[in-house]
């Protein structure tokens, strides 16, 4: 699987850059388009940082940037990106393969879409709204890609959609199985039972996904939903593997916290509430998610004090074998070994790894749009960001050699 999303990828990131740079050829370069977008009222689509009259665009850029990115989802790297990293060969490989991962992903992807957006404001006015209409992407496919190339860009979305598809449903049937259906309805039999239940689990997730599409409208309201659902359960995520007291219940008073908030303000909105009306649309999206990720890390703290930790032997166990930095000393004297405090390294490693996507990001707008000081801004950010990440690298692999010396 892992080498058919890797060609997936591929041939999409391909699709992409060649409607890109038709699109950047058709308006005459970068420099054009940012000249006849200011010249059009589109100035303020152009900056990164908005205007603080503007309270509802800056509320959205501060929650995406401080609260989202950590918040929302599993940023600890498991679940489908957990399948990948096990596919490594060895602790170095899972590690590089996952920042090469986040910065593809988040550094060299977007752009390439972002560019088509704002070219169809200027070729496709009747299409005006923030960044372009969903159907804005596949006009401008038709309108700027010979034949061939058509065929091409067809089939580069088609290879995007399937790599999603096939990622998820076999995430999902994995967890379906491994962990509910194995241990609880039926244990100790034989593989190949499993194997089928798998696939039987598989069908049955790709006709919901079906179903759920043919009624949702929007992909934008699809995607907000689904982050309203995971509002929250990114900090203890993060936190379990830093924090001994973490235990079962904690993620799962997250996980439930977030999806009783977010079907709650859906009701309520549905029942004619204006509150919540406003909180469900997408001007309110942003303070929404502020909402459920306050009250979720309540939840899950309070669970968590009330709740007795993991057995201890199995605390030792991981820790012996994972050796996390953090809030570990209880166990750590239980195992008979040092804790390891999370020193200023491994902070400046994460620090760094934040400033090398978000400086490589701005870089790369600014290599796209011939706009020299995001370039230089964004650059300048992004190598820090790498030294901040190489320290930190260097504090977890030579401790991890110094175990290895002394074992």
């Known amino acids: 699987m892992v080498l058919t999303d890797f060609v997936q990828f591929a041939l999409a990131m391909i699709g992409a850059i060649w ?74 490989n899972a590690v590089l393969s996952f920042l090469w991962f986040a910065f593809a992903h988040y550094v060299l992807r977007p752009w390439w879409w972002i560019v088509v957006a704002l070219v169809s404001l200027l070729l496709m006015p009747e299409m005006q709204k923030p960044l372009g209409d969903e159907g804005a992407y596949p006009a401008m496919m038709v309108q700027l890609l010979p034949p061939g190339a058509l065929g091409i860009m067809v089939a580069a979305m088609l290879a995007a959609f399937m790599s999603t598809m096939d990622t998820h449903m076999n995430w999902a049937a994995s967890y379906l199985v ?5 241990p609880f309805i039926k244990p100790n039999t034989d593989e190949r039972h499993y194997v089928l239940v798998g696939r039987i689990a598989t069908a049955v997730i790709l006709a919901l996904g079906v179903a759920t599409a043919l009624v949702t409208e929007r992909v934008e309201a699809a995607w907000k939903l689904l982050a309203g659902l995971n509002a929250g359960i990114g900090l203890v995520s993060i936190l379990r593997w830093l924090w001994w007291r973490v235990n079962a219940w904690s993620e799962i008073s997250a996980m439930v916290t977030a999806l009783v908030v977010n079907s709650g303000i859906y009701l309520l909105a549905w029942l004619g509430n204006p509150i919540a009306a406003h ?20 939840a899950w703290v309070l669970v968590t004090l009330a ?13 012996r074998k994972v050796r996390p930095p953090g809030w570990w000393k209880p166990v750590a004297e239980a195992a008979g070994l040092p804790s390891e405090p999370l020193n200023w390294r491994w902070v400046l490693g994460w620090i760094g790894g934040v400033a090398l996507i978000y400086g490589g990001l701005v870089a790369m707008g600014g290599l796209l749009l011939s706009q020299v000081h995001w370039l230089l801004s964004g650059g300048i950010a992004a190598a820090l960001g790498l030294i901040g990440v190489r320290v930190g690298l260097k504090a977890v692999f030579g401790e991890r050699e110094f175990d290895a010396k002394t074992a």
């Open 307 to 319: 709740t007795q930790p993991e057995p201890m032997e199995k605390l030792v166990t991981f820790y």
């Open 19 to 92: 409607l890109a740079v038709a699109a950047l050829g058709t308006i005459g370069g970068g420099a054009v388009l940012v000249q006849r977008l200011s010249e059009q009222g589109h100035a303020k689509l152009l900056s990164f940082i908005p205007s603080p009259s503007d309270s509802g665009l800056l509320l959205a850029f501060l929650t995406y940037i401080f609260v989202q990115w950590w918040a929302v989802g599993r940023p600890d790297g498991e679940g489908y990106i957990a399948q990948r990293i096990l596919a490594t060969k060895d602790e170095r």
């Open 279 to 298: 909180l469900a649309t997408t001007e309110g999206f942003p303070l929404r998610l502020l909402i459920i990720v306050v009250l979720v890390q309540v």
């Open 178 to 182: 491994n962990d509910f259906y194995r």
